[in-house]
Every structure is written in structure tokens, then in C-alpha cells.
Nanobody, 124 residues
Framework: QVQLVESGGGLVQAGGSLSLSCAASGRTFSNLVMGWFRQAPGKEREFVAAISQNSGRTNSGGSVKGRFAISRDNAKSTAYLLVNSLKPEDTAVYYC?????????????????WGQGTQVTVST
């Protein structure tokens, strides 16, 4: 089993930034592909970004490309999501996810483990 704990969410004004963290335990972190998803009220869970085990490959969803950046520190067993130039439509619960596989995936049902989520609210 893998335990994931997100932190760093909050209330921010439009145009602002936040740094989200996801601390992992229970498995060798460097063997996991890490991803971030988000879900707004009444909407489906949306892919945000993912990163391969050695950070050699990343992928970002179209709506956040160029504004959000995913990274990881295998020594700290932590993944990060830097969210910049926030817009009100970025308001959602942000979830960290992990998968035991070799490929970076963009659909939520290909991830094996999930955190509880952290709320990001962007005000106008």
C-alpha cells in the first residue's frame, strides 16, 4: 500500500500562485509514477499533470499547460505541483495519485493510490 498526503492548498486571488506537496510512504517512491488530478463541484475528475519515476518525462493537461509545473524529489518521497497564474476556474480539490507502472498516464482509473485531496480556491 501507498499512503499519500497532500498539503499546500488554500484561498488565493486570481493571478496568484500556490505550491502543493504530496508526501508518500509505504512503497519505494522512486518506483512510482506520480500524478495530480483535480475535481470541481459537479464536474468529472480532470488530469492536471504527471511525472515519471526519474523526472525524465512529464505531461500536463491542456487547461494548465504553461501555468502549472510538476516535479518530484525522490530523496524526500515527495511530489510537488507549482500552480501559477491561477484563475477562478482552477478552483477544485486537487488530488495526488500514484501508479505502479512504467508509463506516465493521464486517466484517473490508471492510478492505484490516491490522497485525500487539498482544496484550492481562487477568488476574483
Amino acid at each position: 500500500q501507498v499512503q499519500l498526503v497532500e498539503s499546500g492548498g488554500g484561498l488565493v486571488q486570481a493571478g496568484g500562485s500556490l505550491s502543493l506537496s504530496c508526501a508518500a510512504s509505504g512503497r519505494t517512491f522512486s518506483n512510482l509514477v506520480m500524478g495530480w488530478f483535480r475535481q470541481a463541484p459537479g464536474k468529472e475528475r480532470e488530469f492536471v499533470a504527471a511525472i515519471s519515476q526519474n523526472s525524465g518525462r512529464t505531461n500536463s493537461g491542456g487547461s494548465v499547460k504553461g501555468r502549472f509545473a510538476i516535479s518530484r524529489d525522490n530523496a524526500k518521497s515527495t511530489a510537488y505541483l507549482l500552480v501559477n497564474s491561477l484563475k477562478p476556474e482552477d478552483t477544485a480539490v486537487y488530488y495526488c495519485a500514484a501508479r505502479e507502472g512504467m508509463r506516465v498516464r493521464t486517466t484517473w482509473d490508471e492510478y492505484d493510490y490516491w490522497g485525500q485531496g487539498t482544496q484550492v480556491t481562487v477568488s476574483t
